[in-house]
């Protein structure tokens, strides 16, 4: 299907029952039909996937960017962890649209941030994919730490990962929640998305780090030859027989 159809489709009146015949959002409501896709629709699942996010949160006052850039690495985590038995925090909330259509709340997109719809942030009691209700700033890195340490010592093999952006990440308590992390060793995964959005400019030497780093020979060299070999896996057989889970 192309993607002026699937515009076609899901700018209709009814565009959610028509969305469902779109093969592949129509059929991950859950991240379990998710992880069911084969790999190789995953790239035009995430076309559909920001198209429809653009359509949905249209019709309300929702915040677009920071869940537009998340498409991919949204797929990606609820494809190759096990959720929500592994757990994913995500920082703020804004980032985590694409993971609130991913898990079931796909036809109450339109009704984000309106009265008795979705929270415009993950909220515990809306779904059991949404590990924290989050609003503030910083908090992920912290939390995950304390999830991690209990799943360590409930020794069931569970993950926990924690995204955070690359203004929330300046804040005290991310950097004391690095700290702790990095003494004690805990089996945790940190991402780092670094969009370059904030309220307000980042300032600050670890926001000048990080735009050397994204800037510098070494980065992009890794990032391109990365895209080579990745592309060259997704086309090869053995790579798409490969176990889902870590």
């Given at each position: ?86 757990q994913l925090i995500w920082d703020v909330g804004h980032q985590a649209y694409p993971h609130k259509i991913l898990t079931g709340r796909r036809e109450q997109m339109p009704t984000i941030r309106q009265k008795d719809g979705l929270h ?10 949404d590990v924290l209700s989050v609003g503030h700033s910083s908090t992920s890195i912290s939390a995950a730490l304390g999830i991690a340490i209990g799943a360590q010592k409930e020794a069931k093999g569970r993950k926990v990962v924690s ?84």
């Amino acid at each position: 299907m192309s993607w002026n159809e699937i515009t076609k489709l899901i700018s209709a009146n009814n565009y959610d029952s028509e969305y469902l015949k779109i093969p592949n959002i129509g059929a991950s409501n859950t991240p379990d039909e998710l992880r069911a896709l084969p790999r190789e629709t995953l790239p035009t699942l995430c076309d559909e996937l920001r198209t429809y996010l653009l359509n949905s949160v249209s019709q309300s006052s929702g915040h677009l960017a920071s869940g537009l850039g998340t498409v991919e690495l949204t797929v990606a985590l609820h494809y190759v962890y096990n959720t929500p038995f592994d757990q994913l925090i995500w920082d703020v909330g804004h980032q985590a649209y694409p993971h609130k259509i991913l898990t079931g709340r796909r036809e109450q997109m339109p009704t984000i941030r309106q009265k008795d719809g979705l929270h415009p942030f993950p909220w515990r009691g809306e779904s059991e994919y949404d590990v924290l209700s989050v609003g503030h700033s910083s908090t992920s890195i912290s939390a995950a730490l304390g999830i991690a340490i209990g799943a360590q010592k409930e020794a069931k093999g569970r993950k926990v990962v924690s995204v955070i952006g690359d203004g929330a990440i300046t804040a005290g308590m991310a950097f004391e929640a690095m700290n702790h992390a990095g003494d004690v060793h805990t089996d945790m995964l940190v991402i780092l998305n670094d969009n370059e959005m904030s309220i307000s400019e980042n300032v600050g030497a670890l926001n000048n780090h990080l735009a050397q780093v994204l800037s510098g020979s070494l980065y992009t060299t890794l990032r391109e030859g990365g895209k080579k070999v990745l592309s060259g896996l997704l086309q090869s057989k053995s790579w798409q027989n490969a176990p889902k889970s870590i």
